[in-house]
């Protein structure tokens, strides 16, 4: 399936949007009824584009980024919450480590300042060689009710990687689709988003992160 265009926001004010063509299968099992585990697999697209301007189209390409990779990953959830739309009590514990093979990648850029900015951002330097990543991450969350229609909710969200034979984002380059994206306060579908206050949403993206938040609701 085709997810809707997410934005990405770099040093230099530029907006970008990103785009994912997913196709996975999972087998999976469920236990206790609270509990499931299963194994995924697919091949993954994703295409980076420029805002729309006028007249951009004479000098730089709108399409500046394609990536593929093919993903293994298996995953462990935990849903324990009293009802699916706002939950007065309960927790929920998601665990997952996925595989990211076969990179490969395609950038396209114009001859001005912008593209040449992002272009340094988005082009592996000269000589990288990365056969494969490998990231973690536990997103946990717990709801304490204080009164009938008040609860206190608590979150913690971890993320780490593996580039290559470094380990927490020790690495020259890492593809945007490997990062870990923070910002926003929705809860988004893709596992390597974190909820950030005070961001917008996906606004910062890095190799590894740790978010822990305190809300009352």
């Given at each position: 399936?085709?997810?809707?265009?997410?934005?990405?926001?770099?040093?230099?004010?530029?907006?970008?949007?990103?785009?994912?063509?997913?196709?996975?299968?999972?087998?999976?099992?469920?236990?206790?009824n609270n509990?499931?585990?299963?194994?995924?697999?697919?091949?993954?697209?994703?295409?980076?584009?420029?805002?729309?301007?006028?007249?951009?189209?004479?000098?730089?390409?709108?399409?500046?980024?394609?990536?593929?990779?093919?993903?293994?990953?298996?995953?462990?959830?935990?849903?324990?919450?009293?009802?699916?739309?706002?939950?007065?009590?309960?927790?929920?514990?998601?665990?997952?480590?996925?595989?990211?093979?076969?990179n490969s990648?395609?950038?396209?850029?114009?001859?001005?300042?912008?593209?040449?900015?992002?272009?340094?951002?988005?082009?592996?330097?000269?000589?990288?060689?990365?056969?494969?990543?490998?990231?973690?991450?536990?997103?946990?969350?717990?709801?304490?009710?204080?009164?009938?229609?008040?609860?206190?909710?608590?979150?913690?969200?971890?993320?780490?990687?593996?580039?290559?034979?470094?380990?927490?984002?020790?690495?020259?380059?890492?593809?945007?689709?490997?990062?870990?994206?923070?910002?926003?306060?929705?809860?988004?579908?893709?596992?390597?988003?974190?909820?950030?206050?005070?961001?917008?949403?996906?606004?910062?993206?890095?190799?590894?992160?740790?978010?822990?938040?305190?809300?009352?609701?």
């Open positions: 399936y085709k997810l809707s265009d997410v934005f990405l926001y770099f040093e230099n004010n530029s907006t970008l949007y990103d785009r994912y063509i997913n196709q996975t299968i999972a087998l999976g099992k469920n236990m206790l509990n499931a585990i299963y194994l995924s697999g697919g091949y993954h697209t994703m295409f980076i584009n420029r805002d729309v301007k006028f007249f951009s189209f004479m000098d730089a390409p709108k399409q500046i980024f394609e990536g593929s990779y093919w993903s293994v990953g298996l995953t462990f959830e935990r849903n324990m919450f009293d009802r699916k739309f706002f939950p007065a009590k309960g927790s929920s514990l998601k665990l997952e480590a996925r595989a990211f093979l076969d990648m395609d950038v396209r850029f114009g001859d001005n300042p912008e593209d040449k900015y992002l272009s340094s951002i988005l082009t592996p330097p000269s000589g990288f060689s990365c056969g494969s990543y490998y990231n973690a991450l536990l997103d946990y969350n717990v709801l304490c009710p204080i009164l009938p229609r008040v609860a206190l909710c608590s979150n913690l969200y971890l993320g780490i990687g593996t580039y290559g034979s470094n380990f927490f984002g020790e690495s020259s380059y890492i593809y945007p689709y490997a990062k870990f994206y923070v910002g926003g306060v929705e809860t988004r579908r893709m596992a390597n988003y974190a909820r950030g206050v005070g961001f917008q949403s996906g606004e910062l993206s890095v190799g590894n992160v740790a978010v822990a938040s305190l809300d009352l609701r």
